[in-house]
Every structure is written in C-alpha cells, then in structure tokens.
C-alpha cells in the first residue's frame, strides 16, 4: 500500500512539472505578444505627436558602409628551432665514455670528435689479428713460391690464401669498429647539451642522447595545428609570426605543411623558415603563428557587437533610413559569415552605402524616430 502512494505521488509531482513548464511557455509567448502590441502602440503615438513638436527622436550615431578587404587568421602557438637540430649518440652498441672533449656552448664543425668510449678490448683484438695477418702472409708467400715451382697441392695454396684474407678482412671490420668508438659531430653547430658524463655507458639505443648539436645560422618557426584547419592551411599560405620574447613580428609563409595527422593530439605539422637576421634565436622560444586561411579583397564587415540575436528573428542590425521625411530606425536580419579581431563579415543583409546604427541601437525597434 505504501508503494502505491508513493507511486502516485510521484506521478502527480511529474504531471505538476509539465505542467508548470507548459505554463512558462505560455506566458512567455503570451509576453512577446504584449510587447509588439506596445511597440506598435508607442510608434503609432510618436507619429501623430511628432508634428506637434511633443516627443524628441533618439540620438543615434551612425556610420556609413564601405567594402574593404577583410582577411581572417588561425592563431595556434609554437616554438622557434633551428632548422639542423639533432641528438648525436654513439654509431656502434655504445660503451663506457672516457673522455669528452667538448662543453655547453664550444662550435663545433662536421666530423670533429666530441668524446671517446672505451675501445681496449677491440685494441686488443686488433693486435691480434696484425699478428695473426703476419702469420698467414708469411704461410702465403711460401705456400706460393711452392706452387709457382708446381710443388704441393693447388688445396694447400688456396688455403693460405683464404688465411690471409681472412685476416686482412677482420683487420679492416676491427678498424671501423674502432672508429666508430668516438663520437662525433654532424653538421656544423653548436653544443647545446651534454647529458653524458665520463663513466658512465653511452649507445645508441638509449632514450637519451650523448649531445644536442644545434645549427642556428637558419631557424623556422614550428607550430602543431588542429585536424579542423587541415584543408585550410597549405604550403604557400602567408603567416605572421610574433616572438613575445624579442617584441618582434616577422611576415612570411607556410614553408611545410604536414599531411600527416598526429593520432595522439589530432594535429599536423607546420614549418616556417625564419629570414637571416640578427635576432638571437634560442630552441623552443615561444613563437605565435597567425595563420591566414581566408581574405576577401571587398567585403562588409562590420563591429561584432552591432549585431543583436533574437530567437524569433536571428540576427539583425539596425540602420537608419528616410521615409516621407523622416529618420526612422529599421530591423534588417543579416548573415554573418566569420569572425576575427572584433569584426564580422557579413554576406546577406547589408549593402555599401546603408548607414548602420553604432551608438544607441540597443533600445531601438522598427520604425523607431531617430535623430543622427
């Protein structure tokens, strides 16, 4: 039984809820209603007492339309790069360091040495097969002045030979194994970073490089661009990049454009080259890129908040217009396309030459008197 009250009652309490909603809605369109009727009213009454000098029009400001270019940008943030920045580690499986002969800071150039690992036991092995190469060239020169005489077997002096060459072979594996026991640059740069320190392993399937060599004498600006902007932004299109840390602004365009989308943040890649100049650039320095995707040479475009929405009508604008010797206020329902820096571009609804209302449009209604 206590079930079934509480059932009820939880039915009734629904029906009271519509209800009530039903009620709000009622009265609210019953209110727009009132409100047109009154506006018409206080028209109706400021026409037949403005010849009797009783009733002032409103003070309106307005402004003239003209078409101008409008441009719109993409603004994502990135950073500054230079245009070589790499992470050097060891050519071979790696080995302790022993000496690094560079700091934070030094230039270097392509191919100069920037640490040594340790290479005893190759050394060691190498010794070892001169000696073994000695060994098997003197068996050689034998075995051949034998079988230069036609004496022995052709298996013997095959054998001698393959011996030698072997040796010779290993040699040379061990040299460039031996070789590739020290560290070096590149390209021509500058150290950037050290993060090995003598003692301990270095190879080259750690995460973390030996040295960060970076190339500044040409820099780019590099920014990751959401996947909504990919069929907008391309190689070619202009930018213009703001450094906050120098105060300096720079024109150029989109040199790189990737074409591939980053599945972890959904971005692409964007790549602009920076002009040679004497600007300190420095890695990962915040870069603000303003990215032009759209511009129309002869557009109206028109202050944001001149535009008012009404959920009956949209979006409108006032202008001002003469009628039988009057200044009157007149709704004209606009499209608005984009949006950027404050300004809107309007595609239907306004014209070059209408004058549109910019101070004291908030409390005006169609047909409204007005003085400008």
Not at 56 to 83: C, S, W
Not at 195 to 204: D, E, L, N
Not at 251 to 258: C, L, M
Request: charged residues 25%.
């Amino acid at each position: 039984m206590k079930r079934f009250f509480f059932l009820a009652g939880f039915i009734v309490f629904l029906v009271a809820c519509s209800s009530n909603e039903g009620d709000k809605k009622a009265r609210l369109t019953e209110l727009k209603k009132e409100h047109d009727n009154i506006a018409k009213e206080i028209l109706k009454l400021e026409q037949e007492l403005t010849p009797a000098g009783t009733v002032a029009a409103t003070k309106v400001n307005t402004m003239i339309l003209t078409r101008k270019p409008f441009e719109h940008y993409i603004e994502v943030q990135g950073r500054i790069d230079g245009n070589e920045n790499i992470a050097v580690s060891p050519r071979n499986q790696g080995g302790v360091v022993t000496r690094i002969l560079v700091h934070e800071g030094d230039a270097v150039t392509k191919g100069q040495i920037l640490a040594e690992l340790d290479a005893e036991v190759l050394k060691q092995q190498l010794t070892d097969l001169k000696n073994r190469l000695a060994f098997a060239t003197d068996i050689f020169n034998r075995q051949k002045t034998l079988w230069d005489q036609k004496i022995g077997s052709e298996v013997q002096y095959l054998k001698a030979k393959n011996d030698m060459e072997s040796a010779q072979n290993g040699i040379a594996t061990l040299e460039d194994q031996i070789k590739m026991s020290v560290i070096t640059s590149p390209i021509d740069g500058t150290v950037e970073d050290i993060p090995i320190k003598v003692g301990q392993m270095a190879s080259s399937a750690s995460p973390i490089p030996a040295f960060r060599i970076v190339n500044f004498s040409k820099a780019k600006a590099l920014a990751d661009v959401g996947e909504a902007y990919s069929s907008k932004v391309k190689t070619g299109d202009q930018v213009k990049i703001f450094m906050p840390d120098l105060n300096h602004e720079v024109d150029q365009r989109v040199t790189f454009a990737s074409k591939y989308i980053n599945p972890v943040n959904r971005t692409f890649l964007v790549e602009v080259a920076l002009p040679v100049s004497n600007l300190i650039y420095r890695a990962n320095m915040i870069a603000v890129l303003k990215i032009k995707d759209y511009a129309n040479p002869a557009a109206i475009a028109i202050p944001q908040n001149y535009i008012q929405t009404s959920r009956d009508e949209g979006h409108y604008v006032f202008i001002a217009v003469e009628e039988n010797g009057k200044k009157i206020a007149q709704k004209r329902t606009v499209i608005p396309f984009i949006s950027f820096n404050g300004l809107t571009e309007i595609v239907t609804g306004l014209n070059e030459g209408d004058k549109i209302i910019t101070a004291g449009y908030k409390d005006l209604y169609q047909g409204q008197l007005i003085d400008f």
